[in-house]
């Protein structure tokens, strides 16, 4: 999709001036939409930043932002790739900016338009549009036609939710959201007239995945990153209900491939075009940090980060393997587990939780960790922070965590 065609589904026309540049940092829906609009017709790059960064984040941002050159050429083609930049920091906190465009952008759409057979795509928009999980859903209404209501987690929570008037209306949730909302009788109802819920962000526990497919909840788990325009593989809602607990089967404008080692790579015209300012106009595999499994079906199971294991006494630790475990007990509101340096070990397994009031049992953790997890892989401390760094989209910053425990 050419620049101009996406300006005029937001609204508006590209500018006879010459390109310009510009950073769109808002917190409320209405107004990012309105800036990302009118960047979008200026013609230059499109730079979206996290309002809640701290002043050190937003100095980084804006250091790589002032790498844009400008030469004050005016040609249009020249400034139709990647000019979308969508900040990504994975688990590191280091902001990286991933180069998209109109291009990568509807390719994405029209991959999810396909995969789940609609034709206009209708959306509660409940997580942050800077956020690619949140940028992609308002964009899968605007390039389809379809509608999206801006929907506040806080009125969300205490009942105030919109009326869904539309066919084919999805909405996407983190883990802790979805939690939540199960307790809420009236809002697991209306979570069942969605077409799908979609689950991404933080990792999910087995007994929160049973308790929505016990309450007949439209649950689909999808896998994405923000260099592949979101989503690329999906469980269809029938499938989730039918017991399969994998990230389901690729979309159809992605070819996801698992290398000898495990490694997850990805092709397809929704790969992004570089971080910024690298472009590479032709890039159409990325090899993500993730390791995975296909199965007979053809669907894709995500076991975890590569860049995560923890090495304890020359055993290798997936610390996502011990965080389902720990999970599993509902004795914590939230769990990281981590690996801090270890005179004796290399490093030590470590387990934190957000201090928010509630204690675990202590009793019973143990019992599950004894009875699930080999003794290399037992957390040797659980430590209780006041501080915990986990943003809206679900996304633990796990070196800010190191710090906090180290500290």
């Known amino acids: 999709m050419e620049r101009a065609e996406l300006a005029s589904l937001l609204g508006l026309k590209m500018s006879a001036a010459a390109p310009r540049d510009a950073i769109v940092c808002e917190s409320k829906a209405d107004r990012f939409r309105t800036a990302f609009a009118e960047g979008v017709a200026a013609g230059g790059n499109v730079f979206l930043a996290d309002p809640k960064w701290s002043g050190t984040e937003r100095e980084a941002f804006l250091?790589?932002?002032?790498?844009?050159?400008?030469?004050?050429?005016?040609?249009?083609?020249?400034?139709?790739?990647?000019?979308?930049?969508i900040p990504t920091g994975g688990t590191s906190g280091i902001v990286k900016l991933a180069r998209h465009d109109g291009w990568t952008v509807a390719a994405a759409v029209n991959g999810f338009a396909r995969h789940f057979g609609c034709s206009r795509v209708n959306v509660v928009g409940t997580l942050p549009l800077h956020h690619v999980s949140g940028l992609m859903a308002w964009l899968r209404s605007v390039i389809t036609r379809g509608a999206f209501v801006a929907a506040d987690w806080t009125e969300l929570q205490r009942g105030e939710r919109?009326?869904?008037?539309?066919?084919?209306?999805?909405?996407?949730?983190?883990?802790?959201?979805?939690?939540?909302?199960l307790a809420q009788p009236d809002a697991v109802a209306w979570l069942r007239r969605f077409e799908a819920v979609f689950i991404g962000g933080g990792p999910t526990w087995?007994?929160?995945?049973?308790?929505?497919?016990?309450?007949?909840?439209?649950?689909?788990?999808?896998?994405?990153?923000?260099?592949?325009?979101?989503?690329?593989?999906?469980?269809?809602?029938?499938?989730?209900?039918?017991?399969?607990?994998?990230?389901?089967?690729a979309l159809p404008h992605a070819r996801v491939e698992i290398a000898?080692?495990?490694?997850?790579?990805?092709?397809?015209?929704?790969?992004?075009?570089?971080?910024?300012?690298?472009?590479?106009?032709?890039?159409?595999?990325?090899?993500?940090?993730?390791?995975?499994?296909?199965?007979?079906?053809?669907?894709?199971?995500?076991?975890?980060?590569?860049?995560?294991?923890?090495?304890?006494?020359?055993?290798?630790?997936?610390?996502?393997?011990?965080?389902?475990?720990?999970?599993s007990t509902e004795e914590f509101s939230d769990v990281a587990v981590i690996g801090i340096p270890d005179a004796t070990w290399g490093q030590a397994v470590i387990a934190c939780y957000p201090n928010w009031g509630h204690q675990p049992d202590r009793e019973k953790v143990h019992r599950a960790v004894e009875r699930e997890l080999s003794a290399y892989k037992r957390p040797k401390r659980y430590v209780p922070l006041a501080e915990w760094p986990r943003n809206a989209q679900g996304k633990l910053n796990r070196e800010t965590l190191r710090a906090l425990v180290e500290g």
């Open 162 to 181: 919109p009326t869904l008037e539309r066919e084919s209306t999805f909405i996407s949730l983190v883990p802790t959201q979805l939690q939540r909302l």
């Open 63 to 85: 250091r790589v932002c002032r790498q844009s050159v400008d030469t004050g050429s005016d040609d249009r083609a020249a400034s139709d790739a990647g000019w979308l930049c």
């Open 260 to 327: 000898d080692d495990g490694t997850i790579a990805v092709s397809g015209d929704s790969v992004f075009r570089g971080y910024f300012p690298t472009l590479f106009p032709q890039m159409r595999r990325f090899e993500t940090s993730d390791s995975g499994r296909r199965d007979e079906q053809g669907r894709f199971w995500v076991l975890g980060r590569k860049d995560l294991a923890i090495v304890t006494g020359g055993e290798k630790v997936d610390p996502l393997e011990v965080e389902r475990v720990l999970r």
């Open 206 to 249: 087995p007994s929160l995945l049973d308790s929505a497919a016990e309450e007949r909840l439209p649950l689909a788990l999808s896998y994405g990153m923000t260099e592949t325009a979101a989503m690329i593989a999906c469980v269809r809602p029938a499938e989730f209900a039918a017991g399969d607990r994998s990230s389901g089967t």
